[in-house]
């Protein structure tokens, strides 16, 4: 299988987060995809390839045009109000119901406007990993459409969690839509199957309206986990999308047999969509030793969900998403690509 890295994601590493009432040591760090990246290459997974670079262009078809210029300029408008040793960019409010949305003003209003939370800082190198994550899931959907059965995109920061217009939960660009957007405009029809701990929110709200994009989600429930305002059962997509959305929510704890049941419907449903191409966001974050989740799959159970996955007899492309256990993490991402090659 070709996996699509580019190095550019070392220049995004906050040091920090602000959760839980304080500043915490950032667990979406570098080391994450380092760490991916010597398992594919120590395991012989395939070539490792630069992405291309697709310009502005498939990043406009998914995202507002006020979040694209906030994000390219916000660490520059941020060291110019606060220093060039300024720490992190982190909202501190936020146009909550009452209050009146502001696309424009100054750095303050508008990293508010566009932010969902205070767990996703943006640094100097930010918008260039971001950029470069963007294009290394674009690449890997263009390998794909070139032919291939499946596809890797290491790619970081992650995205499922950034809207059109709205960025959080460690995402600035939404890498998964913005490669099914490219695959809907050469003429194919995706099914994404997000496998993060955390529901896709950003990528669920981007298609919830729209009947040429399935969307399923197996996630920690709403009412305990991250990101708790999206991602509850009765989510079916609304308009032309009516019954294009699907989540699984599922309880603290949930183990591999709970785990495959619930895959077994996303697939069922899958299946009747009828799509020629399957995206999955590979979020690892379902490991029982995750550092921030909550679920208890085990390290041989990414064969057998990777075994599943290639089951469905569709051409693939994996897009890298969260999981903070780095011990695990190389193993585990590399159990599912190794399983989806063998199934
Ligand atoms: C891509 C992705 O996996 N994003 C996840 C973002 C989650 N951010 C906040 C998580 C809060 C979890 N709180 C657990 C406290 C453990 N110290
Ligand atoms: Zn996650």
Not at 88 to 110: F, M, N, Q, Y
Not at 166 to 172: E, P, R
Not at 250 to 270: G, K, N, Q, V
Not at 291 to 319: C, H, M, N, Q, W
């Amino acid at each position: 299988m070709k996996t699509f890295y580019s190095p550019t994601h070392l220049e995004h590493a906050p040091p920090e987060e602000f959760e839980g009432g304080r500043m915490n040591p950032a667990v979406e760090v570098p080391a994450r995809a380092l760490g991916v990246l010597a398992e594919v290459e120590r395991r012989r997974l395939g070539p490792v390839l630069p992405p291309a670079e697709f310009g502005a262009e498939p990043i406009a078809r998914v995202h507002d045009a006020g979040l694209v210029g906030f994000l390219s300029q916000a660490s520059e408008l941020w060291r110019k109000r606060y220093g060039e040793d300024a720490p992190p960019a982190i909202p501190s409010a936020w146009p909550a119901r009452g209050l009146r949305s502001r696309p424009d003003g100054d750095v303050e209003t508008r990293i508010g406007n566009y932010a969902f939370d205070t767990a996703t800082p943006i640094v100097k190198g930010t918008w260039r990993a971001a950029l470069a994550a963007a294009n290394t899931a674009l690449s890997a959907a263009e390998a794909l459409a070139n032919g291939e059965r499946g596809t890797f995109a290491l790619a970081r920061p992650p995205g499922h969690h950034a809207s059109s217009d709205v960025f959080g939960g460690y995402c600035y660009l939404n890498n998964i839509a913005i490669a099914a957007q490219w695959l809907v405009e050469r003429g194919l029809r995706p099914a994404i199957l997000d496998v993060d701990y955390h529901h896709g929110n950003g990528t669920q709200s981007i298609f919830y309206r729209r009947a040429d994009v399935f969307f399923a989600s197996l996630h920690g429930d709403p009412s305990f986990a991250y990101p708790h305002f999206l991602g509850f059962a009765d989510e079916c997509g609304e308009g032309d999308g009516d019954g294009a959305n699907l989540n699984l929510p599922l309880a603290m704890y949930t183990d591999w047999r709970a785990y495959a049941s619930a895959l077994t419907l996303a697939f069922s449903r899958i299946n009747a969509f009828a799509p020629d191409v399957l995206l999955v966001s590979l979020g690892l974050d379902t490991f029982e030793a995750d550092p921030i989740s909550k679920f208890s799959l085990g390290t041989k159970d990414y064969l057998r969900l990777g075994e599943i996955i290639g089951g469905a007899r569709l051409p693939t492309l994996f897009v890298f998403e969260g999981g903070y256990n780095l011990t695990a993490l190389p193993e585990i991402t590399v159990n599912v690509l190794e399983g989806f090659e063998g199934g």
